[in-house]
């Protein structure tokens, strides 16, 4: 609503305010644009405007219905309002157009205004600040076009409320400006960056407490696997060592040979005694057979023990003297000891 002298419209979602500049206050200008493409209408409206702008200095509202651009012109007024919280509205806008076209007479919060509406768009308008005589509203008639004859007598002046929503169609910019003045628009603005910054330090939150939970976990994970870690290093080592103790072991193992040796020597015979000496072997054997050739021939097929000398002794011992081949008694004891 506004005060007594139409000066202030309150509306709005956020208690905005916006002023009323009353009709007796303004020109009227209008152009027609309809020719234009719709996208090239705001520009060429805007340039429209700044043509018909009485003075620099001069306060402005543009309004739309389809291609017909409407201005209203007025002069800053002086009041104890910042310019910056100052949003304007002229009070045509505010009195809802006619159902049907012709001309009509409004009694406003100050003066008259006449208007000739054609097809739901306003072609002209006249602002008088007493009731026009008969002389002033028949030029206005002619002005418009209508019959005069039929239009002669001046008509009973019309009241309307202020509508909530302005007849014409106003860019965004001035929309905007009639929802909430520019402290608020600041307000809004820092409300946005608080909860823009509010967010962005919950998701921080989040991260680390999701860091912390994951921190947790693996601490549980470790104590939990930690027995199976050191089982398994414990395992790899024992494997390790037999690995190198399986190394050690040749081919000439002194064991390994003497079982070789017993399974060539001939039936009957008794292994006495037995020294080794890095690749030489030497052993004296008890047997029934005295034949040194017979010795030469058990071994002549096994490629270790094939290299034998064979020497008799006295009271049928054999003294067998091999020659092992090189390289294979690496981590053999360099002397065996003698066994009887």
Not at 137 to 163: C, K, N, Y
Not at 188 to 216: E, I, K
Request: aromatic share 8%.
């Amino acid at each position: 609503m506004g005060d007594a002298e139409g000066c202030v419209l309150r509306g709005g979602p956020f208690g905005g305010r916006q002023w009323v500049v009353g009709r007796g206050e303004c020109q009227y200008r209008r152009e027609d644009l309809h020719q234009l493409p719709a996208r090239k209408r705001m520009q060429a409206g805007k340039l429209a405007m700044i043509r018909h702008k009485p003075s620099p200095s001069a306060l402005s509202c543009m309004a739309w219905t389809g291609g017909i651009a409407h201005f209203w012109f007025w002069a800053a007024p002086e009041a104890e309002v910042p310019a910056y919280e100052r949003n304007w509205i002229p009070e045509s806008l505010l009195l809802a157009p006619p159902a049907a076209g012709g001309v009509r007479l409004l009694e406003l919060s100050r003066g008259y205004e006449a208007q000739n509406w054609h097809g739901g768009v306003l072609v002209s308008s006249q602002w008088w600040e007493q009731v026009p005589g008969a002389e002033a509203w028949m030029r206005f008639v002619r002005s418009t076009g209508q019959d005069p004859a039929a239009l002669q007598e001046v008509p009973q002046p019309i009241h309307l409320p202020w509508s909530n929503r302005p007849w014409g169609e106003t860019s965004w910019a001035q929309r905007l400006a009639g929802l909430f003045d520019e402290k608020f628009a600041w307000l809004l603005l820092f409300a946005a960056l608080a909860a823009g910054l509010g967010w962005q330090l919950s998701s921080l939150l989040r991260w680390q407490a999701a860091g912390d939970q994951l921190s947790v976990r693996v601490e549980r994970m470790r104590a939990e696997v930690g027995p199976l870690l050191a089982a398994r290093e414990q395992a790899e080592q024992a494997q390790a060592q037999l690995q190198h103790l399986s190394a050690l072991r040749t081919s000439n193992d002194d064991y390994l040979l003497m079982a070789d040796m017993a399974s060539h020597l001939p039936e009957g015979s008794t292994l006495l005694n037995w020294r080794r000496e890095a690749n030489k072997l030497q052993t004296t054997v008890r047997s029934s057979e005295t034949d040194p050739r017979a010795f030469v021939i058990a071994f002549d097929a096994d490629p270790r023990l094939s290299g034998v000398a064979v020497k008799p002794l006295a009271n049928g011992v054999m003294q067998l003297a091999f020659e092992l081949p090189a390289g294979t008694d690496a981590g053999a004891d360099p002397k065996g000891a003698g066994h009887e």
